[in-house]
């Protein structure tokens, strides 16, 4: 990630010091976009030093959900930055200007060669990390980005479309938006403490229910605290007034089985017997 925010403080400055000099619109989007992705990046990386923190009495959690609020600003101003680009694309195609192509060709070529270095490095962990995922959604649409100027920059050089540097920023910025959203809905339904949508809670409870001396599995929560760890909270009530051990005997076998079927890694079940409490599925706290 360290390389990846230096080569894109490279792309920044040469890119937006070629769009003054050209007079490229789409040239100095890229620019802005690159400048946007500098900052995504080192948030990403702080996130990510963050939530290797280790918990204490004031923060029970550490810093684990750091990374997902590192992704909900990322993708936030992916969305911003698009709207930027378009608005400007529209001022910009009813006044079409002369623009120094070659400038632009060169500069998006080192814009893909450099952008497209950084994509390799992250792709691996952009799989399993949202944070990873953000930085690498940047850097990628970064990427397809300078291929869109670069293709403008040959259009303009060998037929003088001028008009077409606009178009291609306007389709940037949709661009943006579209893989920004999908960024920005994720990562704020696990800031909300949404259930994960892989997650079917009616099928967990009739799941638990089924395991012997269980009554109903009830005052269910099921929530991402970060990439890595999925948790549940519920309240178990039982048939018979069981003992600790017995308890404890079924909670190990509940756990793995959510474990291995749910992939959540973090149970917190509170046992119950004959207690006068709402019994619902779902109980609003």
Do not use: C
């Not at 080192?110 to 691996?124: D, Q, Y």
């Not at 893989?179 to 799941?207: H, R, Y």
């Not at 929560?221 to 005997?249: C, G, M, P, R, Y």
């Amino acid at each position: 990630m360290v390389i990846s925010i230096l080569l894109n403080v490279l792309i920044t400055v040469s890119q937006a010091i070629g769009g003054l000099v050209s007079g490229s619109l789409s040239l100095l989007s890229d620019a802005l976009h690159n400048f946007t992705d500098v900052i995504s990046l080192i948030v990403s990386y702080v996130a990510n030093r963050l939530s290797k923190q280790k918990a204490n009495k004031g923060r029970t959690f550490g810093y684990k959900r750091a990374e997902i609020l590192a992704a909900f600003i990322n993708a936030s101003t992916l969305i911003i930055i698009a709207v930027l680009l378009i608005i400007e694309a529209f001022k910009r195609f009813k006044n079409p200007e002369p623009i120094e192509s070659n400038l632009v060709i060169w500069l998006s070529i080192l814009g893909i060669l450099a952008n497209g270095f950084s994509v390799l490095l992250l792709k691996s962990d952009s799989q399993s990390n949202l944070n990873m995922r953000s930085a690498y959604l940047h850097l990628f649409t970064d990427m397809m980005a300078s291929v869109a100027v670069l293709i403008g920059g040959l259009l303009m050089k060998f037929y003088h479309i001028y008009w077409v540097d606009s178009v291609l920023t306007f389709l940037i910025g949709l661009y943006l938006i579209w893989v920004g959203a999908d960024l920005l809905i994720t990562s704020t339904k696990m800031i909300m403490l949404f259930t994960p949508a892989q997650i079917d809670i009616n099928e967990v409870v009739e799941d638990i229910n089924k395991f012997p001396s269980v009554n109903k599995l009830h005052h269910v929560h099921v929530w991402n605290l970060n990439d890595d760890e999925l948790h549940l909270e519920a309240h178990l009530d039982f048939k018979e007034d069981i003992t600790l051990t017995q308890f404890n005997s079924i909670l190990f076998r509940i756990e793995t089985h959510l474990r291995d079927k749910f992939n959540i890694n973090h149970v917190n079940i509170q046992p119950e017997f004959n207690r006068e409490d709402p019994k619902e599925i779902i109980v609003q706290d």
